[in-house]
């Protein structure tokens, strides 16, 4: 019950996020960064529908086919969100724009938009639109969710390139990649570790060492060579980014021959890090 209380409270905050994203700083300067956002602001800027009412025209159909499709799979939180985000947009209207230049405008709110996103998403909501959209294409064509998205987002920027001018489209382009890549660091976080993975003949002496010296877990994994078929120990471990060096130095004393790979790990749980989601 109460994680449920939280969940709502936190898709709430991160709708509200999302539109003022939109009202302060895309939709004023014609940016339309794909999905029905995109079409709201098309149609805002032609024909003076508010950006809610084609929010809702656009997600009430969607959530009902999306609802007899997917039946109880579909979720409450996907209603509660859609909505949410489209009461936000409302209620924030007339919110005054917090720059003209759209260069900025696309930064700036590719990033707040960003933000409130990543924040639905992180308390298992959506804001609907194309995500409802794309779940149903993909559900019907056989198609990547992934790409299903893209397509949908691509239309609708081409048709605000025709309709306003590429320049809009290009500034629509940044918007989206600056919004997905600040949704991984909201649903991510900030912290990066990084996962070392090592194939040695001395796998034992190895993780006795990372395990005193850096004072990490190590989890053994039997192996063997494809090409010399030779039996080995592979060593995952996970180490903070300011103890990577350390780490590869313990591993380099004891075997100057241990191949070593080293990897992003962008969220970590568990002992020794992050301990919830």
Do not use: W
């Amino acid at each position: 019950m109460v994680r449920t209380i939280k969940d709502y409270i936190g898709i709430t905050v991160g709708a509200v996020v999302v539109a003022l994203g939109l009202n302060a700083l895309l939709i004023p300067n014609r940016i339309a960064a794909g999905g029905a956002s995109g079409i709201a602001t098309i149609l805002v800027h032609l024909v003076g529908i508010a950006p809610s009412v084609t929010l809702l025209v656009i997600n009430v159909p969607l959530l009902i086919v999306g609802a007899r499709v997917f039946g109880m799979r579909f979720g409450a939180y996907t209603v509660l969100g859609t909505f949410v985000t489209i009461a936000a947009v409302g209620l924030t209207s007339r919110v005054a724009p917090l720059t003209n230049d759209p260069l900025l405008a696309a930064l700036y709110g590719g990033v707040i938009t960003g933000i409130g996103m990543g924040i639905v998403f992180r308390f298992r909501g959506t804001t609907g639109g194309t995500d409802i959209a794309a779940k149903l294409a993909a559900h019907y064509s056989g198609i990547s969710l992934g790409d299903a998205l893209l397509a949908v987002d691509a239309v609708v920027v081409v048709v605000a390139g025709v309709l306003f001018s590429a320049e809009y489209a290009m500034y629509a382009l940044i918007a989206i990649f600056v919004c997905t890549k600040t949704i991984d660091v909201v649903q991510e976080g900030l912290y990066s570790a990084k996962a070392v993975f090592v194939v040695s003949d001395q796998g034992e002496a190895i993780a006795a060492a990372l395990m005193n010296k850096v004072e990490r877990g190590v989890t053994l994994l039997p192996s063997k060579g494809g090409f010399s078929k030779q039996e080995k120990t592979t060593l995952f471990c996970v180490v903070g980014r300011t103890e990577l060096t350390r780490a590869k130095s313990v591993v380099l004393e004891i075997d100057r021959n241990a191949f070593v790979v080293v990897t992003d790990a962008h969220e970590v749980l568990g002992e020794g890090f992050k301990m919830e989601v």
